[in-house]
């Protein structure tokens, strides 16, 4: 008890270590407190029951909750920016790549010759329709060239009356 | 510092924080406020908290003074003090505080903000008397000096309580 005499007058001066203190509190948390120092049990007490206060709101949820969505949009400019980084790298590749070929009835042919070939071959069979097609524009420079007495008949007509008319002018 | 670390360093003492608010403040709405506003404070200079030595220590200084800012704010603007004044408690209040545990917290509670701030990070906290000095930007010595006034004052006023409650059952 002398000791525990001595130790509070240590505490109330402000001149005890942790560890003293933390033997305080473990005398006065037990049940065999002298009844001298009986009256100060309370004050032990309440160090103990404020070490329980706790915060309310939900604290631990405010970061997080920010983290995510800055999370998300980092996530969401990563994977723009890789999309477009592809995009890029496709576009700045792609002459580097171009190989020479062509697709005939859907079938890649690499042979440069045997397209050309074929490419005339093509071109010829297009002369050929073409000839076909102007066959009949010929039919029709023959009809014109028939009708030409026609337009002589005419013009003929017109000079006659020309001639009447002055004819009647004269009379 | 990373997300994980300021979990652990800084949220998971966010009660501490609590209690130490509410001590300066002597408000729960407030406290819960101002440790929500310094943990987004915190959280947003948190690259800057590696440099920190001891962050817990730096964290309820930062409290302190975020507090204190608080305090200050409103008695600029003029609007209802948050700490109240202390006065003589009421017939109903006096019903509560027959609880010597509750009296002893009022008596804490109406101590000047440094000396309750002392006595609630040493006694409640258990923090070394160079973590309140640093806390509180005062020497060692002035940290003992008002630890020591602080719990003498307790004392005074539960020797004082003691004595009338023995008055009021002889009368």
Same mark, same amino acid.
């Given at each position: 008890?002398?000791?525990?005499?001595?130790?509070?007058?240590?505490?109330?001066?402000?001149?005890?270590?942790?560890?003293?203190?933390?033997?305080?509190?473990?005398?006065?948390?037990?049940?065999?407190?002298?009844?001298?120092?009986?009256?100060?049990?309370?004050?032990?007490?309440?160090?103990?029951?404020?070490?329980?206060?706790?915060?309310?709101?939900?604290?631990?949820?405010?970061?997080?909750?920010?983290?995510?969505?800055?999370?998300?949009?980092?996530? $969401?400019?990563?994977?723009?920016?890789?999309?477009?980084?592809?995009?890029?790298?496709?576009?700045?590749?792609?002459?580097?790549?171009?190989? +020479?070929?062509?697709?005939?009835?859907?079938?890649?042919?690499? +042979?440069?010759?045997?397209?050309?070939?074929?490419?005339?071959?093509?071109?010829?069979?297009?002369?050929?329709?073409?000839?076909?097609?102007?066959?009949?524009?010929?039919?029709?420079?023959?009809?014109?060239?028939?009708?030409?007495?026609?337009?002589?008949?005419?013009?003929?007509?017109?000079?006659?009356?020309?001639?009447?008319?002055?004819?009647?002018?004269?009379? | 510092?990373?997300?994980?670390?300021?979990?652990?360093?800084?949220?998971?003492?966010?009660?501490?924080?609590?209690?130490?608010?509410?001590?300066?403040?002597?408000?729960?709405?407030?406290?819960?406020?101002?440790?929500?506003?310094? $943990?987004?404070?915190?959280?947003?200079?948190?690259?800057?908290?590696?440099?920190?030595?001891?962050?817990?220590?730096?964290?309820?200084?930062?409290?302190?003074?975020?507090?204190?800012? $608080?305090?200050?704010?409103?008695?600029?603007?003029?609007?209802?003090?948050?700490?109240?004044?202390?006065?003589?408690?009421?017939?109903?209040?006096?019903?509560?505080?027959?609880?010597?545990?509750?009296?002893?917290?009022?008596?804490? +509670?109406?101590?000047?903000?440094?000396?309750?701030?002392?006595?609630?990070?040493?006694?409640?906290?258990?923090?070394?008397?160079?973590?309140?000095?640093?806390?509180?930007?005062?020497?060692? +010595?002035?940290?003992?000096?008002?630890?020591?006034?602080?719990?003498?004052?307790?004392?005074?006023?539960?020797?004082?309580?003691?004595?009338?409650?023995?008055?009021?059952?002889?009368?």
């Amino acid at each position: 008890m002398e000791m525990m005499n001595e130790l509070l007058e240590k505490y109330f001066r402000g001149e005890t270590s942790l560890s003293e203190e933390k033997e305080l509190k473990h005398y006065f948390s037990k049940g065999n407190v002298v009844p001298e120092h009986e009256i100060y049990r309370s004050l032990f007490e309440v160090f103990e029951l404020e070490l329980k206060d706790t915060a309310t709101s939900p604290l631990i949820q405010v970061i997080p909750k920010q983290r995510k969505i800055k999370q998300i949009w980092i996530k $969401t400019f990563a994977y723009t920016g890789i999309a477009a980084s592809l995009v890029l790298l496709m576009w700045v590749q792609l002459p580097q790549n171009t190989e +020479n070929y062509a697709v005939i009835n859907g079938t890649r042919i690499d +042979n440069p010759e045997y397209v050309q070939r074929y490419a005339q071959k093509k071109l010829n069979y297009v002369n050929e329709m073409l000839k076909d097609g102007l066959k009949p524009m010929k039919r029709m420079n023959v009809v014109n060239h028939t009708l030409q007495p026609l337009n002589v008949i005419k013009e003929t007509q017109d000079k006659m009356i020309e001639i009447e008319k002055t004819h009647n002018v004269n009379n | 510092m990373e997300s994980t670390q300021f979990n652990t360093q800084i949220l998971n003492h966010s009660d501490k924080l609590f209690r130490f608010a509410k001590s300066i403040l002597r408000n729960v709405d407030a406290a819960q406020d101002a440790v929500q506003e310094l $943990t987004m404070k915190l959280w947003e200079k948190r690259h800057q908290l590696d440099e920190v030595k001891n962050i817990q220590a730096f964290t309820m200084r930062s409290m302190r003074n975020l507090c204190l800012d $608080t305090i200050r704010q409103n008695r600029d603007e003029d609007e209802l003090p948050v700490e109240f004044e202390y006065s003589e408690p009421n017939p109903h209040q006096q019903t509560e505080l027959r609880d010597l545990a509750t009296q002893i917290r009022s008596m804490i +509670n109406n101590l000047p903000e440094l000396q309750r701030s002392i006595i609630r990070m040493r006694d409640v906290e258990e923090m070394e008397i160079s973590e309140i000095a640093y806390v509180t930007s005062i020497t060692e +010595n002035a940290v003992s000096v008002n630890l020591s006034r602080a719990r003498q004052k307790i004392r005074d006023q539960i020797l004082n309580e003691q004595k009338r409650v023995e008055e009021t059952i002889w009368k």
